[in-house]
């Protein structure tokens, strides 16, 4: 009896000592091959194992086994594509610019830029075929989100010599997409249901003639707006300023209350209020940080150039630095619905992986 009493402690003792050691090598980010080249712009999950990368020269990649192995699709287009997302494992939709046999654009211009459409790719079968639809603008189209598989929004950016954009929005699933301006370059955004949205960028720093009286443009320093009727009209939103002409890149939200923006120079921003107020977060890097994703209330990552990954367990207020694999810039990063398989992606085909 004394022998298996004291097999059972040793037992017992060896799992208290092994489990953390367990669990911190599953949270270790570490390096996939993508057999991939070419830069990776965004990343998103379909359902836990299905996991979709766009990037440039039309690359699409996917995975079906949350991101162990990866396979190239064909995408159909030779456009530098920076966004994507999908509503379940078969509804997606990706954008970008730069297509070769785009048509000039109908609708908003910058002059000195290629005069070519924006590019919009649907898929209804998880990436097997993708239908190319024109965006009638020469901006950069920088990111998208669906609300539902009829509501979207694309944020487009007229590039730093010209740091203008529109809301651009879609209520037919992608087929047409309607523009109107906002006065400020859109990088990013993110809607936490079909009538209320966040989008974020620069500053407003276009001039025109004559000079709109929107508060739009009135309140210049605004980076971040939103949306309360499925993207009819915006407002700005006053939050701590992060310097001259920095942007924000990213934005997330965990719940309609606790969310998340980060940018420029390391700058973060988080709300615990749905937006109505935003707290500027003591910098952790000077490093641009390109992708933020919030997994729940608590946890989330951040990513950015050089290869930073930071990480806060409290809702966005503290972070800390992530041991990274890579030094290359991530630019895209997305956690799966449980929480539990991270992927970023960025320069030269990088693609680092958290999970087991």
Same mark, same amino acid.
């Given at each position: 009896m004394k022998y298996i009493t004291g097999l059972l402690i040793v037992i017992c003792l060896f799992i208290v000592v092994m489990l953390p050691l367990v669990s911190a090598g599953s949270t270790k980010w570490k390096s996939v091959k993508s057999k991939n080249t070419e830069d990776l712009r965004a990343v998103y999950f379909g359902d836990v194992k299905n996991v979709f990368i766009v990037g440039d020269k039309g690359t699409i990649l996917k995975s079906t086994d949350s991101g162990k192995k990866w396979k190239k699709l064909t995408s159909g287009s030779t456009a530098t594509l920076r966004g994507v997302h999908f509503t379940d494992k078969s509804n997606? %939709?990706?954008?970008?610019?730069g297509d070769a046999d785009a048509p000039r654009p109908r609708g908003h211009v910058v002059g000195g830029r290629p005069m070519k459409a924006g590019t919009c790719? *649907? !898929?209804?079968?998880?990436?097997?075929?993708? #239908?190319?639809? %024109?965006?009638?603008? $020469?901006?950069?189209?920088r990111s998208i989100w669906m609300a539902s598989k009829k509501i979207g929004q694309i944020c487009n950016h007229g590039g730093a010599g010209h740091a203008d954009g529109d809301k651009v929005i879609t209520n037919d699933g992608g087929k047409t997409w309607a523009q109107k301006r906002v006065y400020r370059g859109l990088n990013d955004c993110y %809607?936490? +249901? !079909?009538?209320?949205? %966040?989008?974020?960028? +620069?500053?407003? +720093?276009?001039g025109f003639m004559p000079t709109p009286t929107s @508060?739009? =443009? !009135? $309140?210049?320093?605004?980076? *971040?707006? =939103? !949306?309360?009727?499925?993207? $009819? #009209?915006? #407002? @700005?939103v006053k939050e701590p300023d992060i310097g001259g002409r920095n942007q924000l890149r990213s934005v997330w939200f965990a719940d309609k209350k606790v969310g998340c923006t980060v940018g420029d120079a390391g700058s973060i921003l988080y709300t615990t209020d749905g937006g109505n107020k935003w707290t500027k977060c003591k910098a952790v890097t000077d490093k641009n940080l390109y992708a933020v994703c919030l997994v729940d209330k608590k946890k989330g990552w951040a990513v950015g150039a050089d290869g930073v990954i930071l990480k806060t367990t409290d809702g966005g207020k503290k972070w800390k630095k992530d041991k990274s694999p890579t030094k290359e810039t991530l630019y895209g990063l997305h956690f799966n619905k449980k929480g539990k398989v991270g992927i970023a992606v960025g320069k030269k085909g990088t693609v680092v992986r958290l999970g087991s």
């Open positions: 997606g %939709w990706a954008c970008g610019d790719l *649907i !898929t209804k079968d998880g990436g097997k075929k993708w #239908t190319r639809v %024109w965006v009638q603008m $020469n901006f950069d189209l %809607w936490t +249901s !079909t009538k209320v949205g %966040w989008a974020v960028g +620069s500053r407003v +720093s276009v @508060p739009l =443009y !009135t $309140n210049k320093t605004c980076r *971040i707006i =939103y !949306t309360k009727d499925g993207g $009819n #009209t915006w #407002t @700005p």
